[in-house]
């Protein structure tokens, strides 16, 4: 993207200097779009100078105008600010000026933006401080043909999220761009109130720091796997497979390097088994052992779970003597693969079934029991994490009416949506560049892994943690999120003590791992996305929105509509078309309708049916 007005592509930093800022010169490039430097001139316009805030509503300049677009350096800072400004002016009549720094920095912390996009927005008001602005004229007469190029350039982004993630129909399609062509750009409201899919880190994430992160760069270009997934399962495991020693204390309790994921995306599209098979790809380099006999699901019940890594098993004999009776398991290492993630969930929905309470303990402590009159079973020292698949709509669906998002397993799980990254239509390449080298540092971390014993903050590690990170995992949402997001202050540091293991990051004592400040922000990273993810999948109370619920209703007594039926069902045509996109849009994104074409001997016919729980 071009972030100046000139020619070369460059940023044009000439005319700025310390104690100035840019030159008085307005911008002369007629490509608004995406030129950072006319849209900063006018967001410092619209915080400070009330005429030019009058000229821009009467062009109808409204937030959705700053929404970012790809490339662009400091699109989500300019998106805030440029909202609070414009809020501001329509309730009050003036401009924010300066308030603007205390109110934009309050808005962010109210939405929980992370540490690193608040010292975004920080350097983005002070670079605003420095910069002078064009004479105002200059940059509030092109505000029209600002708008019209900047929707324009939102719906081919649009239009491409959509065909990349699978989800672009053709009526999608044909509304899109009449809105783009023909200036109709106000945002439909019931489509907003709607939970978004959550945009994936871009490579400019700390997510993807060190060696898992560049392992994953090296794949990319040669999988459609989405690059989150493999992260996420490269890391959980290589966590399981160093095993029970190394443990990071906080407060009085001992945190291990295993960890739960749930890959969340729709069948075919979220590339899960992709994801999987790449990652195990990674770990099959260091011990492939470990891949082909500890990697696997299939768990009936929590008594086998239990037996799958339990202790000896003894009973006394007439004399008193012990006597062993069945071996315990040789490995206790157990990267529990469940790729029906549903059917877990379903039996742990079962009476008197005591799996979800020993997939909690699993990934607390590791001691297990089954206290059955019959053959009581019990592990101790246990490394199990969870890696499971599974589809939105199933996921919502076997979650909704049940208490597993109360008890204390739904937030002991990393939920993140996933969606292939690309077509690759003549397939992808197995071999992965320059794999003997990240093999043999792999190797070497592992082999160091497993003889740390504990892992320590580093002072800086834990600066971030104690100012910024803590409160960040911890803080309360005020809806059903809550319960699903509510165990970030273990999980977060799991991640980070993985990042510090798997990099060889040591402490100067013997024996001991050091977390460092960057495995912090890139556990961190990790876990704002699976805050928007969980966002998505559950919805910010855990429901749909009405338009959603009368569709569902209309389909589940009909079995099937067109949408000129579900119109005149559903909403009695007032306003149909509208709500109709916006809940079609949700439900299937949901995973929870869908569509088929029907051939006729005019144009094919849409007949939308509900997708069965």
Not at 170 to 176: A, Q, T
Not at 392 to 413: A, D, Q, V, W, Y
Request: charge should be neutral.
């Amino acid at each position: 993207m071009n972030t100046h007005s000139g020619t070369n592509g460059k940023t044009d930093m000439s005319g700025f200097h310390a104690g100035g800022g840019i030159a008085n010169i307005a911008p002369e490039s007629d490509r608004f779009w995406d030129d950072e430097t006319y849209q900063d001139q006018l967001v410092r316009l619209i915080l400070r100078d009330k005429e030019a805030l009058e000229k821009c509503a009467g062009a109808k300049l409204v937030p959705e105008d700053f929404r970012p677009l790809r490339g662009m350096k400091n699109g989500r800072s300019r998106s805030i600010v440029s909202a609070r400004a414009l809020e501001h002016y329509e309730k009050y009549q003036e401009p924010l000026d300066t308030q603007a720094r205390a109110d934009v920095l309050d808005y962010a912390a109210s939405i929980s933006l992370g540490a690193q996009q608040i010292g975004d927005l920080k350097q983005y008001l002070i670079y605003l401080d420095k910069l002078k602005p064009a004479a105002p004229g200059s940059i509030t007469e092109k505000v029209v043909r600002f708008k019209d190029q900047h929707n324009k350039a939102a719906a081919i982004q649009e239009l491409t999220e959509l065909q990349n993630a699978g989800r672009l129909t053709d009526d999608k399609w044909h509304d899109i761009s009449d809105a783009a062509l023909s200036g109709n750009t106000e945002p439909d409201k019931t489509l907003l109130e709607a939970p978004q899919w959550p945009l994936r880190p871009d490579w400019e994430s700390p997510a993807y720091y060190g060696i898992a992160g560049e392992i994953v760069r090296a794949i990319d270009p040669f999988t459609e796997a989405d690059p989150v997934a493999v992260l996420a399962q490269i890391l959980a495991g290589f966590g399981c497979m160093v095993g029970h020693r190394p443990y990071l204390t906080l407060d009085a309790d001992e945190h291990h390097t295993n960890f739960h994921v749930c890959l969340v995306g729709n069948t075919g599209e979220g590339r899960k088994g992709t994801a999987l098979t790449r990652a195990k790809q990674v770990l099959a380099w260091i011990e492939p052992l470990f891949v082909r006999q500890r990697c696997f699901g299939g768990v009936a019940s929590g008594q086998a779970m239990i037996k799958e890594v339990c202790d000896d098993l003894y009973r006394k004999d007439k004399e008193g003597n012990a006597v062993l009776i069945q071996a315990g398991a040789e490995d206790k290492r157990w990267l529990l693969v469940e790729s029906e993630f549903g059917r877990t969930l379903t039996m742990c929905r079962a009476e008197n079934s005591i799996l979800s309470h020993v997939i909690r303990e699993g990934f607390d402590s590791g001691n297990l029991r089954n206290t059955s009159i019959g053959t009581p079973l019990c592990a101790t020292g246990a490394h199990i994490s969870l890696v499971g698949h599974i589809t939105p709509g199933e996921l919502s669906s076997l979650i909704k009416n049940t208490t597993l998002h109360l008890n204390g397993f739904c937030n002991r799980i990393l939920f993140l949506c996933c969606v292939k990254s690309k077509e690759l239509r003549r397939g992808g390449q197995r071999a992965v560049p320059g794999w003997k080298a990240f093999q043999e540092r792999l190797c070497t971390a592992y082999a160091w892994a497993k003889k740390v014993e504990r892992v320590v903050w580093s002072e800086s590690a834990m600066e971030l943690w104690s100012t910024a990170g803590y409160d960040e995992v911890t803080r309360v949402h005020g809806n059903a999120l809550d319960e699903i997001t509510n165990r970030g202050n273990s999980i977060v540091p799991r991640l980070a003590a993985i990042q510090a293991v798997i990099n060889g990051s040591r402490s100067r004592e013997p024996g001991k791992a050091l977390i460092l400040r960057p495995h912090l922000e890139a556990a961190l990273a990790l876990w704002r996305y699976s805050v928007a993810s969980a966002r998505y999948i559950f919805g910010t109370a855990a429901t749909l929105d009405p338009n959603g619920r009368k569709v569902l209703e209309v389909l589940e007594e009909c079995g099937s509509a067109s949408r000129s039926e579900l119109s005149v069902k559903a909403f009695q045509n007032n306003d149909a078309r509208r709500r109709l996109e916006a809940a079609l849009s949700l439900l299937q994104r949901k995973g929870l309708v869908r569509v088929t074409e029907v051939k006729t001997a005019g144009r094919d016919r849409e007949v939308w049916s509900r997708v069965a729980p």
